[in-house]
């Protein structure tokens, strides 16, 4: 068995996942954004943009794909998701395989994941452990909305997500972000508990 521990971060919508994946980035631990992939495909890579354009053509401008006007036509017809899924997922999968792969070869002993829809996607069933990180509901409420999103796409993005309660039940570890510091404090625990070192 090797020594080298992938670890799956996720958790719902405003719940401090992006934070929490930058803590371990500021520990030094190798760090994979679903979300930052998804954009650099969205921008860089012509298959994926092409086979958007053909799904969804409103989408798609010289930039590529404009993530706010997909967004707009996912919730107005939400029954594109599965042949858009079956377009992303692919080309997702391949960017993060090759993260892993370079983590491998660099002999590390830590590389976190972080995937939005980790459970949705049943990514659990490659990963080494899953980390689930939660507030209340009234918090994370807050948080989105204060980012100007509007209470329906919230909405739409929270039916589409596995409930919080599920995925703490379903989680290895679970770290709570009400405050910055006592979830960094429980990433840098959770880190010396993987690596065996709190500065790997």
Not at 40 to 63: D, F, M, W
Request: proline residues 4%.
């Amino acid at each position: 068995m090797s020594n080298f521990y992938v670890l799956g971060l996720t958790g719902s919508i405003g719940m401090g996942k992006s934070a929490t994946a930058d803590m371990f980035h500021d520990a030094g631990i190798a760090v994979w954004d679903a979300d930052a992939a998804v954009h650099e495909l969205y921008t860089t890579h012509t298959e994926t943009i092409s086979q958007i354009a053909q799904l969804v053509p409103s989408a798609v401008g010289p930039e590529g794909v404009n993530r706010d006007g997909l967004r707009n036509v996912l919730v107005a017809d939400p029954s594109l998701f599965p042949d858009l899924e079956k377009t992303i997922h692919p080309a997702v999968r391949a960017h993060r395989d090759a993260f892993i792969e370079l983590c491998r070869e660099k002999d590390l002993k830590l590389a976190v994941v972080d995937i939005p829809l980790l459970y949705e996607t049943k990514a659990e069933a490659w990963l080494d452990g899953v980390l689930v990180v939660t507030t209340n509901a009234t918090e994370q409420r807050r948080r989105v909305l204060a980012r100007g999103m509007p209470e329906a796409d919230f909405k739409a993005i929270l039916a589409r997500q596995l409930p919080d309660a599920e995925k703490r039940a379903r989680a290895d570890f679970v770290i709570e972000t009400n405050t910055p510091e006592q979830a960094e404090q429980e990433v840098l625990k959770l880190i010396e508990q993987l690596t065996g070192k709190a500065d790997a």
